[in-house]
């Protein structure tokens, strides 16, 4: 009887040992639950800070877009135009073949079309001509869409459009451009200047 009670004793320390090894588990497990609640949690506000973040990013980004959109039609360092982006010139020559101008348009033929800073070529070259002779703006023409002829542009707008100018060429700004009417022989400018489009030189 003596062995029996030990036994039976033995049994319920090893019971009493095994719930409290449960217990001390269950405890630790939850304490990690609650440190990976605790991370959750810090990378939901995390990731909501990032997401805040990028709102405001977003908000600023689209903000300064849309002024520049409503001034120009364009982007102003936006990764995409509105309009569709310039990429040949049209020649319009006066009704007695003497006299001609020219003007940067998309690929549909649409003058409404956009240039923006880090372009170059013959466009940008044509639009230096047209604020540089039509405009009476300080602009070097080389070609290239500098700093220089986004303040060039900018201040053409700023004459065309008011107290929002971007410095980015785009559809309303173009509307409004002039440009230089040359002689048809001699390619020499006239001293005359145009709309996009129109024969009278």
């Known amino acids: 009887?003596?062995?029996?009670?030990?036994?039976?004793?033995?049994?319920?320390?090893?019971?009493?040992?095994?719930?409290?090894?449960?217990?001390?588990?269950?405890?630790?497990?939850?304490?990690?639950?609650?440190?990976?609640?605790?991370s959750d949690t810090s990378g939901k506000t995390a990731a909501s800070s990032t997401s805040a973040a990028g709102a405001t990013g977003a908000t600023g980004n689209g903000a300064t877009g849309a002024t520049g959109n409503g001034a120009?039609?364009?982007?102003?360092?936006?990764?995409?135009?509105?309009?569709?982006p310039c990429t040949r010139i049209s020649m319009i020559v006066s009704a007695d073949g003497t006299k001609y101008h020219k003007f940067p348009v998309s690929a549909d033929g649409s003058y409404?079309?956009?240039?923006?800073?880090?372009?170059?070529?013959?466009?940008?070259?044509?639009?230096?001509?047209?604020?540089?002779?039509?405009?009476?703006?300080?602009?070097?023409?080389?070609?290239t869409y500098s700093a220089e002829t986004r303040g060039a542009v900018r201040r053409d707008q700023r004459r065309q459009l008011g107290p929002t100018p971007d410095g980015v060429y785009g559809p309303a700004t173009?509307?409004?451009?002039?440009?230089?009417w040359f002689d048809a022989s001699t390619n020499k400018f006239t001293g005359h200047c145009a709309l996009a489009g129109e024969r009278s030189g």
Do not use: F, H, Y
């Not at 062995?3 to 304490?31: P, Q």
């Not at 079309?113 to 372009?119: A, Q």
């Open 72 to 84: 120009t039609g364009t982007t102003g360092n936006g990764t995409t135009r509105p309009a569709a």
């Open 112 to 143: 409404l079309c956009g240039l923006e800073p880090g372009d170059s070529g013959r466009l940008v070259t044509v639009l230096q001509q047209a604020l540089s002779l039509c405009s009476d703006r300080a602009v070097t023409v080389n070609g």
């Open 1 to 38: 009887m003596g062995d029996g009670s030990a036994i039976v004793g033995w049994i319920l320390a090893a019971a009493v040992i095994a719930a409290l090894a449960e217990g001390t588990s269950a405890a630790s497990g939850s304490g990690a639950a609650g440190n990976s609640g605790g």
């Open 174 to 180: 173009a509307k409004g451009v002039r440009w230089p």
